[in-house]
C-alpha cells in the first residue's frame, strides 16, 4: 500500500518562506511522477506543481518563478520549495501520485498560512 506523509507547513509572513516534505513508502518512488496540491477553504482543489519520473516539472501559473518542486529517489521524498509566500498562497497542501492502475494517493495534507 502506498503510504504519503507530507510535513513542513506553517504560518508565516508575506514574502517568507517554507520548504514541504513528503515521504513516499509502498511503491518504486523512482518511477512515478508526483504532484503537490492543495485546496484553499471554499475552493477546489488545484494542482500546483508536478515533476515526472525523469523530472521534467511543471507548475501552476501563479506560483512560476516562487516555487520548486524537487524529488530525492534515493530517499523517496518530494519537496515544495516556497518562496515570497502570498497571503493567497494559504492553504492546505497535499502531497500526491498516480500509481497501482491509475489509483491515486494522498497525503493527509500540512497547513500553509500567509498572513502578516
Known amino acids: 500500500q502506498v503510504h504519503l506523509v507530507d510535513s513542513g507547513g506553517g504560518l508565516v509572513q508575506p514574502g517568507e518562506s517554507l520548504r514541504l516534505s513528503c515521504a513516499a513508502s509502498?511503491?518504486?518512488?523512482?518511477?512515478?511522477?508526483m504532484n503537490w496540491f492543495r485546496q484553499a477553504p471554499g475552493k477546489e482543489r488545484e494542482l500546483v506543481a508536478s515533476i515526472s519520473a525523469d523530472g521534467a516539472t511543471n507548475y501552476l501559473d501563479s506560483v512560476k518563478g516562487r516555487f520548486t518542486i524537487s524529488r530525492d529517489n534515493v530517499w523517496s521524498k518530494l519537496y515544495l520549495q516556497m518562496n515570497s509566500l502570498k497571503p493567497e498562497d494559504t492553504a492546505v497542501y497535499y502531497c500526491?501520485?498516480?500509481?497501482?492502475?491509475?489509483?491515486?494517493?494522498w497525503g493527509r495534507g500540512t497547513q500553509v498560512t500567509v498572513s502578516s
Open positions: 500526491n501520485t498516480r500509481a497501482y492502475g491509475g489509483r491515486d494517493f
Open positions: 509502498g511503491l518504486n518512488f523512482k518511477l512515478y511522477a
